[in-house]
Structure formats: C-alpha cells, structure tokens
C-alpha cells in the first residue's frame, strides 16, 4: 500500500482539501476506465453502426451526460479504446523483440506476440487495423508514438535478420509490411470466425505462419 506523505506545514483544513482532491482525481480516473471497458465491449458487441454512448452509458449505470464530462463524442471514446490497444500492442512486441538475441526467433516471436494480441484483444484490434484503421494517424499534433512504435520494432527486427544473413536482402520496409499482412490476415480471419479457431488449431496456425515467414524469406 502507498502512503500518501501528509507535509507538516499544511493546515488541516489544506490537508482536507488536498485529501478530497485526490479522492475525486482517483475516482475521476476510475470512471474513465470504467467508460473505456464498457465502450470496448459494446463496440465488440454491436459493431461501429451499433455502438453508441447512450448503451455506454446505460451498461455502467450512469447518465449520458456524465460520459460527455470525460469524452467529447462517440469517436474520441472509440479512439481512446484503439489508444489503450496500441500502447499495449507496442509493449508486447517490444517484450517479444527483447525476448532472444537470435535475429531468426525475434521475428518468430514477433510474429507470435502479434497474433497472440489480437486473439487476446479483438475489440481493440478492429478498432486498429479493421474498422477503423484512421485512428492509426488520427489527431495531428497527439503524441502518436505509441500507435507506430510497433512498426519500427518489426521493421528493425528485419533489418537486423537481413545484417545477419538470416533472411534475404530486400527493402526493409517492403519486407515488414509483407511480416504485417501475413499475421494479419491470420487475426483478421480468427476475429471474423472465432469459432473456428480452437486451441490446437490456433497452435498450428501459429506454427505454420512463422514457418512459412521464414521460409519464403530464407535467402536463395
């Protein structure tokens, strides 16, 4: 537990003050998350055309009015939902790149980091890569670091296996989006048919992607 520090100069009707900040601040950031969870599994739900914050505000038993406090619309709550998805997107394959020194299982792990999240989190990924796509660059002049770090993680990975002989010469860039279609189309096609997909299967077709990346990448 964290002990809030209490300074001995301030007064008890300051430290009252101070105390009932807090509170309010904490239970300001409560209600946001609690907004974002509720709006991640609606969007999962009901889809872009279906979703709207008055089923928001409904599921977490508050008015609509109270969401306008934290959010300026339906897509800024939507776009914060895809802003949670890729900082935990990026800290995933970041872990994953940071797993092996092995240039040839980095990008295995990578390519397993990214299937894994998507399976894991498939409301987050529509909002993404699926539905809508254009919060990837969205607010001009927003720290958007988060939403592209990501691709310079893959795209370093592959420029190390090409330095090292694992994979054959190519435009770094080119090679890293061909990485990113593959994966994708795997997660697109387990969100889109999630029955489909059972654990075994979901092992395999894993196993087989990271094959067929690195075969078709091996040089000649």
Same mark, same amino acid.
């Given at each position: ?45 009901? /889809? ?92 001009? /002049? ?22 090292? /002989? ?18 994708? /189309? ?35």
């Amino acid at each position: 537990m964290i002990k809030r520090k209490i300074q001995p100069n301030l007064t008890r009707a300051k430290r009252l003050r101070q105390a009932t900040h807090e509170r309010r601040e904490r239970e300001k950031q409560e209600l946001r998350q609690l907004i974002l969870q509720a709006a991640g599994d609606l969007f999962l739900e009901q /889809g872009y055309e279906g979703f709207s914050l008055r089923h928001v505000a409904e599921r977490i038993g508050y008015s609509p009015g109270t969401i306008y406090l934290h959010f300026e619309d339906k897509d800024d709550v939507l776009f914060r939902v895809a802003d949670e998805g890729f900082i935990e997107f990026g800290q995933r394959l970041a872990a994953a790149a940071a797993s092996t020194d092995d240039p040839a299982e980095r990008l295995r792990a990578l390519g397993k980091a990214y299937i894994e999240f998507g399976f894991s989190k498939p409301a987050h990924y529509q909002l993404m890569f699926m539905q809508r796509p254009e919060f990837l660059m969205k607010k001009p /002049g927003k720290n958007l670091e988060p939403h592209i770090s990501s691709f310079h993680t893959l795209q370093q990975a592959v420029e190390v296996a090409m330095a090292a /002989g694992v994979i054959r010469q190519a435009n770094p860039e080119t090679t890293s989006h061909a990485i990113w279609a593959t994966v994708h /189309g795997i997660v697109a096609l387990g969100i889109c048919m999630p029955d489909f997909f059972d654990k075994t299967r979901f092992q395999e077709t894993i196993d087989i992607c990271r094959n067929l990346i690195m075969d078709g990448l091996r040089p000649t």
